[in-house]
């Protein structure tokens, strides 16, 4: 009886592991966009992915834009060459669950809410010139698992105080 949420960002992976087994499979310099549409980072088909310009992909990846061009990697060099050519493929796929957990009554009052946060979350940066993939770059959690517990000695009174303090 107690709520439960859920939150899904749409994807073709059931799980972090076969996000990261998929973005495993691009390699730069040699994976053309064909391949990177039939591993699932389809930009037109797969939902919530995001489109960079090359602006956009030169901030995301570099700390600083003022630092040694030695230290840049070559595919990010080769975007600010080619300017507009270069495009930025940006997907973040994940699950996150949210269950609450305890007493529905001591829950329902006010007094006592466990909430159990568990899931997935995975992001992924792709680096596109002429078709061909430049570069990539991975992040992610592979487990989520939190809980939040928030206690109200006053239970359903805890909050008049609140609504006290905001009036005139």
Same mark, same amino acid.
């Given at each position: 009886?107690?709520?439960?949420?859920?939150?899904?960002?749409?994807?073709?992976?059931a799980?972090?592991?076969?996000?990261?087994s998929?973005?495993?499979?691009?390699?730069?310099?040699?994976?053309?966009?064909?391949?990177?549409?039939?591993?699932g980072?389809?930009?037109?088909?797969?939902?919530?992915?995001?489109?960079?310009?090359?602006?956009?992909?030169?901030?995301?990846?570099?700390?600083?834009?003022?630092?040694?061009?030695?230290?840049?990697?070559?595919g990010?060099?080769?975007?600010?060459?080619?300017?507009?050519d270069c495009?930025?493929?940006?997907?973040?796929?994940? #699950? =996150?669950?949210?269950?609450r $957990?305890?007493?529905?009554? /001591?829950?329902? %009052?006010?007094?006592?809410?466990?909430? *159990?946060?568990?899931?997935?979350?995975?992001?992924?940066l792709?680096?596109?010139?002429?078709?061909?993939?430049?570069?990539?770059?991975?992040?992610?959690?592979? #487990? =989520?698992?939190?809980?939040? $517990?928030?206690?109200?000695? /006053?239970?359903p %009174?805890?909050?008049?105080?609140?609504t *006290?303090?905001?009036l005139?």
């Amino acid at each position: 009886m107690l709520p439960d949420a859920r939150q899904d960002v749409i994807s073709p992976w059931a799980d972090f592991d076969g996000a990261k087994s998929s973005f495993d499979q691009i390699i730069p310099f040699q994976t053309d966009m064909e391949t990177v549409r039939k591993l699932g980072f389809d930009p037109y088909k797969t939902a919530n992915m995001q489109v960079l310009n090359q602006a956009q992909v030169v901030s995301a990846v570099l700390p600083s834009p003022l630092q040694e061009r030695s230290t840049i990697p070559q595919g990010i060099r080769d975007c600010m060459q080619v300017q507009q050519d270069c495009v930025g493929y940006l997907m973040e796929p994940g #699950k =996150i669950d949210q269950k609450r $957990l305890g007493n529905f009554l /001591l829950d329902f %009052l006010n007094f006592k809410r466990n909430t *159990l946060t568990t899931g997935w979350k995975f992001s992924a940066l792709i680096v596109v010139i002429d078709n061909k993939v430049v570069y990539k770059q991975w992040t992610g959690q592979p #487990k =989520i698992e939190s809980t939040d $517990l928030r206690t109200n000695p /006053l239970g359903p %009174l805890q909050s008049m105080g609140e609504t *006290l303090k905001a009036l005139p």
